[in-house]
Nanobody
């Protein structure tokens, strides 16, 4: 099962973006109970967890995005979102969404932050 991320783009430092992730039909009937996460992979670096949200909407963030990024979910739309504010050049990466525990990786979305 692969979740597909979208919404990336080129933005100046200090700007904002909202990423979206849609669940495939294969898991729409079980989307609500799933824990979900946003991950990112910068060039030459390992993929890392950025933010996570449980079925109860408990959220957890990596220290490097706390206070800047917000993860949310819409179970009726079977989507998970990542609102990114005050973007920094260090946030440049391909962003992915996935279930927790991890499933197959889907297509990510490129976020590029210019200084």
């Amino acid at each position: 099962v692969q979740l597909q991320a979208s919404g990336g783009g080129l933005v100046q430092a200090g700007g904002s973006l909202r990423l979206s992730c849609a669940a495939p039909r294969a898991i729409t009937s079980v989307f609500g109970p799933l824990s979900l996460g946003w991950y990112r992979q910068a060039p030459g670096k390992q993929r890392e967890l950025v933010a996570a949200i449980t079925s109860a909407r408990t959220t957890n963030y990596a220290d490097f995005v706390k206070g800047r990024f917000t993860i949310s979910r819409d179970n009726s739309q079977k989507k998970v979102y990542l609102r990114m504010n005050t973007l920094e050049p260090e946030d440049t990466a391909v962003y992915y969404c996935n279930t927790i525990p991890l499933g197959q990786w889907g297509q990510g979305t490129q976020v590029t932050v210019s200084s």
